[in-house]
């Protein structure tokens, strides 16, 4: 059962969203357990908040979840948020369908096809790539749209990617100039299952790693080597092995751990606010990063900022060209120029909270432990003073350069590539990688 927190924090985003995976501690890494239970399928009416009227039904959209499913806090509740204001926005109906396991992919995309009801479905995960594919030649006058997913080729399918690794790149940047400010060698990574997505992420990381290292030097003459420690959890779905990743890299060292795991990242947070309330800290570092949503609410105090991956976004443009007859197959890529991905701010919160009605706000506050908005805008921002102005200034020059094209992040997308990555001593190395293998942009 979702926790209550939940519920509200879904609400609040929805609210103010616009159209706008070498192991450490020696878990390997592993698929999900298959399962015959049966897909869970449910209807969501197209008005998803509280009103007096209800838009008229004018079509209808399916969104099929990967098997880490709703109630991650991040990449598939993400997707709901824009699938959500997209049905809400074009007057759809939302059909939602839960995968359980693999096996369910391919069924669960045909029987949706089969029925001709829907304007575009939705396959939320790289890991449904074959499915959508099948099925897409299957149906070739149905629309698709996948998240994550690399399918250029078919007229029918949207694929919607992102630049982790630029959004990636801030993050470490900020963990890097963190650890190396308080005179700490090592900060770390706790990932989902190892597919290429998550190389995009875990590359991305390390460039700001590297970065941060040239940085700290030209700012104090002092030379630095962050280490960065990582862990492939082999879930998206299990807290309990990303807080057990996450108290081996503390018990390592790590100053910084960046969650990219789905609801696993749930287990980091918890390892890292234990960790410091065994200090007798109320504030990092250590600190948490978050992943795909602003995350820093969850625990203020431990998450210094979150990696934003707009899911989201690229769910409502996708449900929006099929509405509007815009729709083309082929690949669309958000990165930060296009708002696809980017560092959480403090804004990011208020403005949820912003858009609660007061009965709300009042249970998600008592939920949170604070008597007001104004106490848990207060915490946030409290966390991040924890760390010198001159550390944010260096991730938006970063990012400014980033956009600019200066700096070309590298996008690692397979094996070879990130094993490059994690050997390359210097980000300007890394910098030359990307170039080889292809820009960012």
């Known amino acids: 059962m979702r ?3 939940l519920a509200l924090f879904l609400i609040g985003v929805l609210a103010f969203s616009v ?4 192991c450490i501690g020696g878990e390997k890494t592993t698929t999900p357990e298959k399962t015959t239970t049966p897909a869970q399928q449910t209807t969501t009416p197209a008005q998803t908040q509280t009103s007096t009227e209800k838009p008229k039904v004018k079509g209808a959209i399916a969104i099929v979840y990967d ?4 109630g991650d806090l991040s990449f598939n509740d993400m997707a709901y948020l824009g699938a959500s204001r997209a049905a809400k926005d074009f007057g759809l109906e939302l059909k939602e369908v839960q995968s359980k396991s693999e096996s369910d992919y391919l069924p669960n995309l045909r029987v949706l096809a089969q029925s001709g009801k829907y304007d575009i479905i939705i396959a939320v995960g790289f890991m449904m790539t074959d499915a959508v594919k099948q099925v897409a030649d299957e149906f070739p006058n149905q629309k698709f749209a996948i998240i994550d997913g690399y399918i250029p080729d078919k007229p029918n399918v949207m694929s919607i990617l992102f630049k982790e690794n630029e959004g990636s790149a801030l993050v470490g ?3 890097g100039l963190i650890a190396a400010n308080d005179g700490k060698d090592k900060v770390g990574a706790v990932l989902g299952i190892e597919i290429p997505v998550l190389y995009k992420f875990e590359g991305g ?5 590297k970065w941060a290292e040239d940085y700290y030097k030209k700012k104090t003459g002092k030379d630095v080597n962050i280490q960065v420690l990582y862990t492939y959890t082999g879930s998206f779905t299990d807290p309990a092995k990303g807080k057990t990743a996450a108290q081996a890299q503390l018990g390592q060292g790590a100053w910084v751990i960046y969650q990219i795991a789905g609801a696993v990242g749930l287990g980091v947070f918890d390892a890292v606010e234990e960790y410091l309330k065994s200090q007798g800290k109320e504030f990092g570092p250590p600190f948490a990063i978050g992943v795909d949503s602003a995350q820093d609410w969850i625990k203020p105090g431990v998450i210094i900022a979150s990696m934003m991956k707009r899911v989201d976004v690229g769910v409502y443009k996708a449900v929006e060209a099929a509405v509007k007859g815009t729709f083309k197959g082929g690949i669309v890529e958000l990165g930060l120029a296009d708002g696809g991905v980017g560092v959480s701010t403090i804004d990011d919160v208020k403005a949820m909270f912003g858009s609660l009605p007061e009965d ?5 506050l008592e939920e949170l432990g604070f008597k007001s908005e104004d106490e848990l805008f207060a915490k946030l921002e409290q966390t991040r003073k924890q760390i010198p102005d001159w550390i944010w200034q260096a991730v938006d020059e970063l990012k400014q350069k980033i956009l600019s094209g200066e700096i070309v992040v590298p996008k690692a997308t397979n094996k070879e590539q990130i094993e490059a990555l994690r050997n390359a001593k210097t980000w300007q190395e890394m910098e030359e990688l990307a170039k080889q293998w292809g820009s960012s942009s």
């Open 360 to 364: 709300v706000k009042k249970k998600k």
């Open 19 to 22: 159209v706008a995976s070498g």
């Open 173 to 175: 940047a900020l963990a």
């Open 67 to 70: 098997v880490g499913g709703r």
């Open 205 to 209: 990381y390390r460039f700001g790693v």
């Open 3 to 5: 926790k209550s927190i």
